[in-house]
């Protein structure tokens, strides 16, 4: 519904469409209902107004959409009402004509826009859903669709001057639709947002405020799919991450192998550490690991398992060897999310020479060992008197440095002992880790 209802049933808004004949009083009404006054002078149309929760008992918000019943203005007027949950038809007592109107018009109009319009709009509900872009109730953009927008201005963004001139704007227009902006619809497009969003166009072009401006417009003008097709020519799906077919990761092709980074992603993930690392210590702070995820639908490393896995400074900063060994460890457990990641934060190189499969170990096989990047090291931890059980799983990774100066990243998960029976009743559940550590209390 355009209104909108979560995901357990309960409407989370109502949009009232008001229409009706010129001088019905349309928007002086809006007003009068916003301001809780007779204001004298109200403009032509109003923008939509947000009445908040608090105004009503069951506290949902409405939001009130003014229209113009101007000829020029009428197919916007048909889009509006074909969006509304509750269309308000208006009439002046002093003008008969606009009262029957009513029925010979206006019902009319709604009659007939309703049964054509059934299974298209049923179509472009699944094929151009509203819910994962946008906020109904606070009219905004969801944050997972910003950032998939901010990653595509970015990665339009040829010169990186932080705005899309004319020729950028035409290739992003191009690649998207197939069609190139004539030059007057490039100043048109500046002029609109120039008008609403001051911030959204400078000297160099449309800034990134103002791109974001632009797709929040198309959807309140209910041109959603313009902002889906965008989303799809750059690989996004209905949940808005990277379509699978863009990630090709490699198949194991034995349980004693895994999956690794390359030294090319590897060497990015340095250059994209430097790059963040404003300050030159030589960790980055929280902020800056939100600012570089900021281009991915959210940050990987918030929660378990690789919350707290790395190495990190006394302030919580994420050092070089932490950083390079969450990446190694979300390889190890989720390749596919590990290179859509790389690829959210710029990774500009083929995917498939991103990730690479380790050798098979056999026995007395150094070189296996010696080509191997990361290790898997196992620890288990039996239940006793004395120790607290481990009931859910942990991991620690960290990158230490070698003779000769490799470097090999150790990656320790922690396991229940329940964990461990599961573990040994399979014969090929413990070819995945390198090195299996059994504890036990001496004193039990």
């Known amino acids: 519904m355009p209104g909108g209802n979560s995901t357990s049933g309960a409407r989370t808004g109502v949009r009232v469409v008001v229409a009706g004949d010129r ?3 349309k928007s002086s009404l809006i007003a009068a209902a916003a301001t809780e006054s007779f204001p004298e002078n109200v403009p032509r149309v109003l923008p939509p107004t947000r009445l908040p929760a608090d105004f009503f008992p069951d506290r949902v918000p409405v939001t009130i959409i003014d229209t113009s019943s101007g000829l020029e203005s009428r197919g916007k007027l048909f889009e509006e009402l074909k969006r509304a949950d509750v269309v308000l038809l208006t009439y002046a007592c002093d003008q008969p004509l606009t009262v029957s109107r009513l029925s010979s018009f206006w019902l009319e109009e709604l009659r007939r826009l309703e049964v054509p319009d059934i299974f298209y709009y049923a179509q472009k509900a699944v094929l151009h859903p509203t819910a994962p872009l946008f906020d109904q109730e606070n009219q905004t953009l969801k944050p997972r669709c910003e950032r998939a927008l901010r990653r595509i201005f970015l990665l339009c963004d040829h010169d990186m001057d932080g705005a899309l001139n004319d020729a950028e704007l035409n290739d992003f227009q191009v690649k998207c639709f197939n069609a190139p902006l004539q030059p007057a619809e490039i100043v048109g497009v500046r002029r609109v947002v120039q008008e609403k969003n001051k911030e959204g166009v400078n000297d160099l072009g449309l800034t990134l405020q103002g791109f974001l401006f632009l797709h929040t417009l198309f959807i309140e003008k209910g041109r959603i799919e313009t902002t889906w097709a965008v989303l799809r020519k750059f690989g996004y799906d209905d949940e808005l991450k990277l379509r699978d077919h863009l990630l090709p990761v490699p198949s194991k092709h ?4 895994s999956v690794e980074l390359t030294i090319e992603a590897v060497e990015f993930l340095r250059g994209i550490f430097r790059l963040f690392d404003i300050d030159n210590h030589g960790a980055l702070r929280p902020a800056d690991l939100d600012e570089l995820f900021s281009t991915a639908p959210e940050n990987p490393w918030c929660e378990g398992p690789y919350r707290d896995a790395a190495e990190r400074t006394t302030q919580r900063n994420l050092t070089l060897k932490g950083f ?5 460890l979300m390889t190890l457990l989720d390749p596919k999310g590990s290179l859509a990641n790389l690829i959210y934060v710029g990774y500009d190189g083929n995917p498939a020479s991103a990730l690479q499969i380790t050798r098979r170990r056999t026995v007395g096989s150094q070189e296996a060992t010696n080509r191997k990047k990361c ?5 288990v931890w039996p239940f006793s008197a004395i120790h607290n059980p481990t009931v859910a799983e942990h991991y620690a990774a960290n990158v230490v440095d070698q003779h000769g100066g490799s470097k090999k990243t ?7 002992e329940d ?13 995945g880790c390198d090195v299996a550590i059994f504890l036990y209390d001496r004193q039990v």
């Open 23 to 25: 001088f019905t009083g």
């Open 324 to 328: 390079l060994a969450e990446w190694d």
């Open 254 to 257: 034995a349980p004693d192998q």
């Open 419 to 431: 964990g461990a029976k599961k573990l040994l009743s399979n014969k090929e559940s413990l070819a």
């Open 410 to 416: 150790l990656i320790l998960q922690e396991i229940s």
């Open 375 to 379: 290790f898997s090291l196992l620890s």
